[in-house]
């Protein structure tokens, strides 16, 4: 099959195309793609190239569909086992751990990113500022503001601002 045929195929039947594998997948244009790449690697061109394109779209959006959900299902189950931010406590004066980390995902992720490497992993300034590609000042400055929205959304008061 030489280019110009496979540019009308394409410019003639990729759009109904994917409206027909949107039915099955979340991916359409994916799964058409891939359909028109198969029918390039053949040697011998289908008899009937439409129907046989019809049907690589359909196996191949339905295989998609069955991939995502497989997917989702083990990323479900791997974020049920993942390490949570703050772990539950029976104390009342303590964190709420679902408002704390509903707290901590508005933040803008530059600083989510640096409080959570500081608090949870340990890791210097110096450490950070080398991890995501700034200054050490600038990722204290971001912690410290990150801090600040935290405990304004918390309700939190920071001991040291009591004694002054």
Request: contains cysteine; glycine residues 4%.
């Amino acid at each position: 099959m030489g280019p110009e045929q496979l540019a009308d195929l394409v410019d003639r039947y990729a759009a109904a195309l994917v409206l027909y594998a949107r039915q099955w997948c979340a991916s359409p244009e994916d799964v058409v793609q891939t359909a028109f790449l198969k029918l390039v690697r053949l040697r011998t061109p289908p008899d009937n190239v439409l129907p046989w394109l019809y049907r690589v779209v359909r196996n191949g959006a339905i295989d998609a569909s069955r991939a995502a959900r497989r997917r989702n299902k083990y990323e479900a189950a791997a974020a049920d086992q993942a390490p949570r931010w703050f772990c539950p406590s029976d104390d009342p004066t303590g964190l709420d751990a679902r408002t704390a980390s509903a707290a901590l995902a508005t933040l803008p992720a530059e600083t989510r990113e640096i409080i959570v490497a500081h608090l949870w992993g340990g890791l210097t300034f110096e450490q950070i500022a080398q991890t995501v590609g700034s200054s050490a000042a600038t990722c204290y400055r971001r912690y410290a503001a990150g801090l600040n929205v935290l405990r304004h959304q918390l309700g939190a008061v920071c001991p040291a601002t009591l004694t002054q």
